[in-house]
Every structure is written in structure tokens, then in C-alpha cells.
């Protein structure tokens, strides 16, 4: 998994309590990703990070915020839980060239 | 922004057989078409990708084409065996080298039957 790890690989939350998915790697890229994935729509891109502090939305980034305070730490938080988030999360980093790499996932299950 | 679509959702094919699997995207602008393996209750593999100088590339049994001016790509698995069978993402980006994102298709549950 090209070095990367999530935490936590399982949660089952209930509706409005906030959530904070977190991605980690060892090899200091500078971009890293997260996306969702759920039946029937593929992976799409929630936010995304281009640096220390830098970071920018995607394609479906409404009642998601993350933060980059370290290059090795992307974190994904859903500031108030609500059943249509219930989803697999996967964050990927950018080696040095185009290629993508995905970490193992998080099932979030929002009851 | 982008688009991308693929097809089939799902494909079966005798084990030994080809397997051929197309996506077409919107944005003229793509330049870099990835494809990615997943198997169940794992993360998205990534197993080839082209970038739009490019024509063809392959790699043993796998193999992916592109043709810039029909906005489609395509991947092809010779000699299907049994550890092919998984769900197959295309992908496309006109950031190829920056920081943006993939736009992926929904995916083409590939089936080996023996």
C-alpha cells in the first residue's frame, strides 16, 4: 500500500457526532487524496492536499473538512455525521511522478 | 470538469479467453489514463496507465491503448486466469503531473469462469 495507513479501518457512528478519519504515510509526497466509494458511483474526490496547510476541494466535498498540519498526516473530518456519509473512505498519496496509490480504506457505517 | 464512463459493468469470460474493457472521457485536456484492480475488501491497485503521448503500452498480459482524437481508452487482459477476476477502475486526469484528482469510471466487474 505504498506506505500508506488509515485509521480507523472500521467505525460505526451514529447520526450527528462529528468524525475524524485519518491517513498517514512514510514517505514524506507532498500531494495526498481522499476519496469515497460507494455502489454504483466509483471513487470520487472529496478534498485533496498539495502541500503543509494547502488544500483544496473535489468533486463532492459538501459536509467534509481536512486538515494537513504535518506532510505525513492528511485528516478527514465530518463535522456532524449524517447517514448519506456512510461510505468506504480511501486516501491516496502522488509519488514524485503521475502515479496514484490508495491506502487500505475506512468503512464508515452512519446509523 | 471531467467525465468519464466505462463499460461493461460486467464481463465474463472462460478462463484462458480475452478481456476487453472501455472507458471514454470528456475533457480534451485529459492527459494521464490510469487503470486500477480491486479486489474485495481491499484498496484500488493501480495495474497500468497511459499518458496522452502515447498510444499503447503493455506490461506481460495487460495491456491498455488510447485514442486522443475518440476520447476513449481501453484495457485489454490476454490469457485470462483466475486471479483476473476483480472490479476494474478507469481513471482520467488533466492534471496528470499537479495536483488535482482522478475522475474514475464506475467500475467493470471482471468474471473468470473456469
Known amino acids: 500500500d505504498a506506505g500508506i495507513t488509515q485509521s480507523p479501518r472500521h467505525k460505526v457512528t451514529e447520526t450527528g457526532t462529528p468524525v475524524t478519519l485519518r491517513c498517514h504515510q512514510t514517505e514524506n509526497h507532498r500531494y495526498m487524496y481522499w476519496y469515497r466509494q460507494d455502489p454504483g458511483h466509483g471513487l470520487r474526490l472529496i478534498h485533496y492536499?498539495?502541500?503543509?496547510?494547502?488544500?483544496d476541494k473535489g468533486e463532492v466535498s459538501d459536509g467534509y473538512s481536512v486538515s494537513r498540519s504535518k506532510t505525513e498526516d492528511f485528516l478527514l473530518t465530518l463535522e456532524s455525521a449524517t447517514s448519506s456519509q456512510t461510505s468506504v473512505y480511501f486516501c491516496?498519496?502522488?509519488?514524485?511522478?503521475?502515479?496514484?496509490?490508495f491506502g487500505p480504506g475506512t468503512r464508515l457505517t452512519v446509523t | 470538469g471531467e467525465n468519464v464512463e466505462q463499460h461493461p459493468s460486467t464481463l465474463s469470460v472462460q478462463e484462458g479467453d480475452s478481456a476487453v474493457i472501455k472507458c471514454t472521457y470528456s475533457d480534451s485536456a485529459s492527459n494521464y489514463f490510469p487503470w486500477y484492480k480491486q479486489e474485495l475488501g481491499k484498496g484500488p491497485q493501480l495495474i497500468i496507465d497511459?499518458?496522452?503521448?502515447?498510444g499503447e503500452k503493455k506490461d506481460q498480459r495487460i495491456a491498455v491503448t488510447l485514442n486522443k482524437t475518440a476520447k476513449h481508452f481501453s484495457l485489454h487482459i490476454t490469457e485470462t486466469q483466475p486471479e483476473d477476476s476483480a472490479v476494474y477502475f478507469c481513471a482520467a486526469t488533466s492534471s496528470g503531473g499537479g495536483a488535482d484528482g482522478l475522475t474514475f469510471g464506475k467500475g467493470t466487474h471482471l468474471i473468470i469462469q473456469p
Open positions: 497511459i499518458r496522452s503521448n502515447v
Open positions: 492536499s498539495y502541500g503543509v496547510k494547502d488544500t
Open positions: 491516496a498519496i502522488k509519488t514524485g511522478g503521475y502515479e496514484q496509490y
